[in-house]
């Protein structure tokens, strides 16, 4: 599986994360936890990048944002609550066309425990 090493170390992060913080923040609150986590782990996370919409590579429709950057390998959006990953799959599948990334990782921080869904394009 692709980038399979990175996406582990992200999923044991977000466990540590839950494991700390338990249910009920900000998804902010999660991101810089998260983050803080992935850096003593010696991965790289990019905050917050601006990911842009082209139309036909000329035009450009807009922008978005991503949650996470890791590595320059996977992108992570997170979500705190209890939707199902599934519902996020085409908002993550843009991000990654957008920023040329094949790998991304859903992140839950929901009631009970973490949920997370890979989508590899």
Do not use: W
């Amino acid at each position: 599986m692709l980038h399979k090493e990175i996406t582990g170390k992200i999923i044991r992060a977000a466990t540590e994360v839950y494991n700390e913080l338990g249910f009920g923040y900000y998804e902010k609150i999660y991101e810089n936890a998260l983050a803080y986590e992935l850096s003593q782990m010696d991965l790289n996370c990019e905050f917050q990048r601006e990911l842009l919409v082209n139309y036909k590579g000329k035009v450009n429709l807009g922008k978005f944002v991503a949650d996470l950057i890791v590595d320059n390998k996977v992108v992570v959006e997170l979500k705190s609550g209890s939707t199902r990953a599934e519902f996020h799959i085409p908002q993550i599948l843009n991000y990654m066309k957008a920023a040329n990334i094949q790998v991304g990782l859903i992140i839950i921080f929901g009631r009970e425990k973490v949920f997370y869904k890979r989508v590899i394009i």
